[in-house]
């Protein structure tokens, strides 16, 4: 007996040119502007070098499972999470939508704002802008923050600038294609952003009070092991700074060759970008008892988290050098641009590549249209309040819908196509560590287990404390309603047809 099934066939996909531009692109989307500020303000917060045991724990049994879960699928399915979902069952086709949809107009739509702000600071730096205060600088004239989320305010002309020209490098790199756009694109990014943090960590460590910086960043504080915190923020951190769950390891496997050790890729993918987060730890705590020892003041009291630590605390420290301070701004703030961008360009390409799949519209029509809906969709993030905006929909999108996404992909893979069969392809097309169990028993049941005890603690919370104090209005409106429409639209879009279909045999390669 046999029943309509998406045909591979009638979907030929382009190739990586080489494997290092596969690597190079997927650490490219990994390495994001998160590496370089939170993992730093993680670690100082959660007991210093002690975080780095739950941190190691989460990539082993939460990273680098759903990792090779995800570049596994799209290898095997040959397609963008649409597509890869719908050959699992068409019943889930909705869920690799709801995926990019949440990367490409949620994260995608504030997270190119937030590259706006570091590519303005690039331009600052020339002059040192912020002055001597950093703080008022950025909040009251950078931002021109208002009181609070709901009070919109103008649009904010420097940043929509600067948003513009972001969203012109995402389309400019995406419209070339896997090859000669995506891939070229990271095999310059990635070896520049590398060479960049290195200079910048080799300055920060020979700054007069680094090691001062250094000893906060690095001491552990055992202790503190035993508080849930470490181990919520540890896997959290791990989750989102991998890039899972928004489609785009599923979308840049299928554009690998049919061998290929995709175990092997997943653990260098993972533990490059858990490196890379490590290694800017130095530059940014060397930077930070550089500043205590010259305002005469405790690391604690100049650690800001996140926001603060890139925009106010960093600037501070920069302006306090006796020499060069400009060229050091503007490396630092060069480097943040880099690593958004390597990220952009990722979450831009996921969407597109679904979009290909399922209607197979010219490449450039679909990556123009992408790139205009998207800059349109993130003015509202340049507005005096987008500061709030950026916050409460970062929280909801990773804290709900990408974890909500990850017990999916868990049930779908694990339970529905089965773990050990997407093993055994894994294995068959060159992997050289799966030679076991243990992947099936994390995919099926470890990794979901803690995604789910995440999830509930997260809406625990939310339900006993508005988050950071929001307006429940401002927090509804945002924050829920935004992760809703772009469930209703992942809906909609897996029930539109496919443009080309073909009557496999239920027992199809695919299927059997």
Known sequence: MSKPQLSESHHPRPQWKSRMGFILAAIGSAVGLGNIWRFSYLCYKNGGGAFLIPYTIALLVVGIPLMILELGIGHKMRGAAPLSFAKIDRRWEWC?????????????????????????????????????????FFFNKFLQLSSGPLQIGDIRTPIIIALALVWFLCWLIVYFGVQKGVERANKIFMPLLFALTLILVIWSVNLKGA?????????PNFSLLSEPQIWIDAFSQIFFTLSLAFGIMIAYASYLPRKV????????????????????????????????????QPVADVVKESIGLAFVAYPQAISLM??????????????????????????????????LDKFNYPRNTVVTFVCVSGFVGSIIFTAKSGLYWVDIVDHFITHYGLVIIGILECVAI??????????????AAGGTFLHGSL????????????LIGLLVKDFWTEITTAYEGYPWLAILLIGRDWLVVALFAALLLSMRRWKKEVVETINSKNHH
């Open 96 to 136: 690799g939508w709801w995926a990019v949809v949440c990367a490409m107009y949620g994260i995608m739509l504030y997270y190119s704002a937030v590259i706006s702000w570091c590519l303005s600071y690039v331009f600052y730096s020339f002059n040192l802008s912020w002055g001597d205060d950093p703080n008022d």
């Open 322 to 355: 006796p020499a060069f301070a400009k060229i050091f701004g503007v490396l630092f703030f060069t480097s943040l641009v880099i690593a958004g961008l390597s990220s952009a360009i990722s979450l831009v390409e996921a969407f597109s590549s679904a979009v």
């Open 414 to 427: 694990g339970w529905i196509f089965k773990a050990k069969k997407l093993r055994e392809h894994m294995i």
């Open 211 to 219: 090691f001062s910086g250094i000893v906060v960043y690095l001491k």
């Open 261 to 296: 050790d995709i175990v092997k890729d997943a653990f260098i993918i993972c533990v490059g970008n858990c490196m890379y987060s490590f290694i800017a730890g130095f530059a940014v705590f060397g930077t930070l008892g550089y500043m205590a020892t010259t305002t005469n």
């Open 439 to 450: 992947w099936d028993i994390c995919v099926k049941y470890v990794t979901p287990i803690i």
